[in-house]
């Protein structure tokens, strides 16, 4: 099944006790982040500006918009979203938030330059969501 059929899976929320991210059931792979940037190797955090946040940011555009859309945009999800998360307490963002924030985001995501073909291949891979609508 895939991850865009389930949407279970479109629910992410952080665990304040053990810093630990989940989407849906699955928990967020540290060490897939780390393949590509390097911000912490102690794990992900959110609530602050800092390298912790940084990595959750990366690591969750990661997982589901790739490596370019994640490497272009981490920083300002981190700072719209990850550092506003209170650092004291569990967080819960949905899929589709996300989403429509990248596509608010759509002057700085190559993904704009993909024809409608390619989305929907990207989408396959579990790498996008994609409706009509949300084409150009």
Do not use: C
Request: glycine letters at 6%; proline letters at 2%; aromatic letters at 12%.
């Amino acid at each position: 099944m895939s991850i865009l059929s389930d949407r279970r899976s479109w629910e992410i929320h952080g665990n304040a006790a053990t810093r630990h991210v989940f989407v849906g059931t699955d928990r967020l792979d540290h060490a897939e982040s780390l393949k590509h940037v390097n911000h912490s190797p102690d794990g992900f955090n959110w609530g602050y500006g800092g390298s912790g946040p940084a990595q959750l940011a990366f690591a969750l555009l990661l997982k589901f918009f790739g490596p370019t859309a994640a490497k272009q945009l981490y920083q300002q999800f981190k700072v719209d979203y990850v550092s506003t998360w209170r650092q004291d307490e569990d967080f819960h963002i949905n899929l589709e938030e996300i989403w429509r924030w990248i596509l608010r985001q759509s002057e700085a995501v190559e993904a704009k330059h993909y024809t409608r073909e390619e989305v929907q291949e990207l989408a396959k891979k579990g790498r996008w969501i994609v409706r009509d609508e949300d084409l150009l």
